[in-house]
């Protein structure tokens, strides 16, 4: 049975972290009230093994708001989110849990889903992004968990950067890194022309099993001019995280 807890659990914010300089501010300030730590995973290589810099530790001081967050150690009983940088739970999602007793050790986070920026909502499903209460049992996995899922927790923004080489870099590096097929991918003015008008960098077709779902989801991604449940801190600084063309 869920109740309200007399005080809140603490909350510990653990994402993996490549480029996303931009999403990872808006995600931290967004987070910020309700996080007693900001975990933060970077590699020096790439996916495809390739030597990359730390973007975070040169860049430490754009975060330096987050620098009292260092908290050592994490309890039994605390919430321990694990996500990529660019799935991120609203403020909304992390205080009901945090003061709700009896809440399933396990959430997966269903997200509102955009890709290149939050003018372009996509239909697509996006579940890995987990909250756990932290036990001796605690494991990550970049699979399904549980069958039990947090509906409209949040935001997954997909290729959202303001600079086209940081984008270049993504499709380069990530875990798809072998759909650059062609060398022109890497244009950018194709890529900006592609974003723009809301079409796959890739040229694929949507990942879907049924025709009726790939006819669906075929041709543009819809604009949209909304800011209705978008991140707080994106829409009263809009402009700084304008598209730099």
């Known amino acids: 049975m869920v109740g309200l807890r007399s005080e809140p659990r603490r909350v510990f914010d653990g994402i993996i972290f490549s480029n996303e300089l931009d999403i990872l501010e808006i995600r931290w300030r967004e987070l910020h009230p309700y996080i007693t730590k900001f975990v933060i995973l970077e590699s020096n290589t790439t996916f495809t093994g390739i030597p990359k810099p730390l973007f975070f530790a040169s860049n430490q001081s754009r975060f330096a708001f987050a620098e009292e967050k260092i908290i050592h150690g994490i309890s039994g009983g605390d919430l321990l989110i694990m996500s990529d940088t660019d799935e991120i739970p609203s403020p909304h999602t992390v205080k009901l849990l945090q003061w709700c007793d009896g809440i ?64 270049v870099f993504k499709m380069t590096a990530y875990s798809h890194a072998d759909r650059v097929t062609k060398k022109d991918y890497l244009n950018y003015s194709r890529i900006q022309k592609l974003i723009c008008s809301g079409d796959d960098l890739f040229d694929m077709l949507p990942e879907e099993y049924t025709f009726q779902e790939l006819i669906k989801k075929m041709g543009p991604i819809p604009h949209s001019a909304s800011a209705v449940h978008l991140p707080a801190y994106l829409i009263e600084n809009a402009d700084k995280f304008r598209l730099d063309a």
């Open 104 to 167: 399933p050790p396990i959430l997966h986070l269903e997200l509102r889903n955009y890709m290149y920026s939050f003018e372009f909502p996509v239909d697509y499903s996006s579940w890995r992004a987990t909250i756990h209460v932290y036990g001796p049992w605690t494991r990550y996995r970049h699979s399904r968990q549980t069958d039990l899922i947090f509906s409209d927790a949040g935001w997954h923004c997909s290729f959202c950067f303001r600079r086209l080489q940081e984008i």
